[in-house]
């Protein structure tokens, strides 16, 4: 086990609904980043955080939008929903700076389908 | 921009076989870092090797090998002696020394290893 744990693990929304993802990252850990895995697919991208600022992101449109919390705790948006949004969302931590190695441990993910 | 290609979509084998995963990479940066990563049914992306541009010597972990050669900008893995456990999707990742720490993955090998 990493010690990323992810929420909700499966949930199903309608199109132009909202959603909300949580993640909890490992202890220690001062970045998350957030990606997305079509099925069928590599994760994707989408972005990270480091001390509560968005500091990279992928190919993604505005509506996917993130925070993270001062205990690095960290939230994935996605408004207006897709059918195509349908995938498993999957967060990792990592420890950044000059003390860490930058290996990412990601959680479970959290699974989203979209009618 | 950097790229990861898996050209095995599924591969089958039997118990006891060896089987060798594909993965070559694009990259522009002279430093970087190539990963494995197994991904069983659960979701979890579960680290398997990290290896970084200037170390070619190739690594073995028990039944695990990987085959690192620049030339051919590949970064092989071979599981000796397969068992049915070893059956996941099996993905590799670049992760460019320049930037923040994200990963760009191939789209996935499944290995599926019957009895």
């Known amino acids: 086990e990493t010690g990323v744990t992810q929420s909700p693990t499966h949930l199903i929304k309608t199109r132009g609904q909202q959603v909300t993802l949580r993640c909890s990252s490992q202890?220690?850990?001062?970045?998350v980043s957030w990606y997305q895995q079509a099925l069928g697919q590599g994760p994707q991208f989408i972005f990270q955080?480091?001390?509560?600022?968005?500091?990279g992101r992928g190919n993604f449109p505005p509506r996917f939008s993130g925070l993270q919390f001062p205990n690095y705790s960290s939230e994935l948006n996605v408004n207006a929903l897709e059918l195509d949004d349908s995938a498993l969302y999957l967060c990792?931590?990592?420890?950044?700076?000059?003390?860490?190695?930058?290996?990412?441990?990601f959680g479970e993910g959290s699974r989203l389908t979209v009618l | 921009a950097q790229k990861v290609t898996q050209a095995q979509t599924e591969i089958s084998v039997v118990e006891k076989e060896d089987v060798t995963l594909d993965c070559v990479y694009e990259t522009r940066d002279t430093t970087y870092y190539l990963f494995w990563y197994k991904q069983p049914p659960s979701g979890e992306l579960v680290f398997l090797i990290r290896?970084?541009?200037?170390?070619?010597q190739n690594e073995i972990s028990g039944r695990y090998s990987w085959n690192f050669q620049k030339s051919t900008s590949s970064f092989n893995f071979t599981i000796t002696a397969s068992q049915v456990v070893d059956s996941a999707v099996y993905f590799c990742?670049?992760?460019?020394?320049?930037?923040?720490?994200?990963?760009?993955f191939g789209k996935g090998t499944m290995l599926l290893v019957s009895p």
């Open positions: 202890s220690g850990h001062n970045t």
């Open positions: 955080y480091y001390r509560e600022e968005e500091n």
């Open positions: 990792a931590s990592s420890l950044s700076g000059t003390s860490g190695t930058g290996e990412l441990f």
């Open positions: 290896r970084n541009s200037f170390d070619e």
């Open positions: 990742a670049l992760r460019e020394g320049s930037g923040y720490s994200t990963l760009t």
